[in-house]
């Protein structure tokens, strides 16, 4: 699979530790999400950037933080102070925030805090 | 904020038979509505979408149709296959990209053959 590729599939953190999830596309979407899937919760935002250089908070961003530096790029870093982090993580692009368009996902990371 | 809510959350259908996944929304801004297919171990892709200037929408054997009087839109699946199983998800946004979208809670589907 090409588009948006997510690292690692599966990663292991100790509590009080940061990690780092990667999460790159090649399909030059100037978009970018962070969504953190759970049970019966569906899918909900964590972070969005629509430019390089550029990031808003989604609903649960607390805990997490993330940066732009490259178009293509767009990691998450799990905090220690995320109470709750294990979780499976989903990043999307799309070609931008304004319409309403595809959004396109990686295959996601599944974390688990041991 | 937007508040979708998504039934079953689980079905089981016998293969062949059509199986239909209700959400409800809240805001009446929403004016778009995709639904992602998210088969195990894989990433949710879409798989049809619908705009509120429609009511229906169509794509072989998916289709959508949108009540926006009731606030509610459904997705129809017709013939199901054993590769129809997987997770779906409804979701409602007014204009201004993804990070306006929210999700409902997924639909488990089993499609037994």
């Known amino acids: 699979d090409g588009g948006i590729t997510q690292s690692p599939k599966y990663l292991f953190r100790k509590e009080g530790q940061n990690v780092t999830l990667s999460c790159e596309q090649n399909?030059?979407?100037?978009?970018m999400y962070w969504y953190r899937q759970d049970p019966g919760q569906g899918l909900r935002l964590i972070y969005y950037?629509?430019?390089?250089?550029?990031?808003q908070k989604g609903d649960i961003a607390e805990g997490y933080s993330v940066s732009r530096e490259k178009k293509e790029s767009f990691p998450l870093t799990v905090t220690s102070a995320q109470k709750n982090p294990t979780a499976f993580y989903l990043c999307?692009?799309?070609?931008?925030?304004?319409?309403?368009?595809?959004?396109?996902f990686g295959q996601g990371t599944r974390l688990t805090v041991v | 904020g937007e508040n979708v809510e998504q039934h079953p959350s689980t079905l089981s259908v016998q293969e062949g038979d059509s199986a239909v996944i209700k959400c409800t929304y809240s805001?009446?801004?929403?004016?778009?509505f995709p639904w992602y297919k998210q088969e195990l171990g894989k990433r949710p892709q879409l798989i049809i979408d619908?705009?509120?200037?429609?009511g229906e929408k169509k794509d072989q054997r998916i289709a959508v149709t949108l009540n926006k009087t009731a606030k509610h839109f459904s997705l129809h699946i017709t013939e199901t296959q054993p590769e129809d199983s997987a997770v779906y998800f409804c979701?409602?946004?007014?204009?201004?990209?993804?990070?306006?979208?929210?999700f409902g809670i997924g639909t488990k589907l089993q499609v037994i053959p």
């Open positions: 805001d009446s801004a929403s004016n778009y």
């Open positions: 999307a692009s799309s070609p931008g925030t304004v319409m309403n368009t595809e959004a396109f």
């Open positions: 950037s629509q430019i390089v250089n550029d990031f």
């Open positions: 619908i705009r509120s200037n429609v």
């Open positions: 399909l030059n979407h100037d978009a």
């Open positions: 979701a409602a946004s007014y204009s201004g990209g993804y990070q306006k979208v929210t």
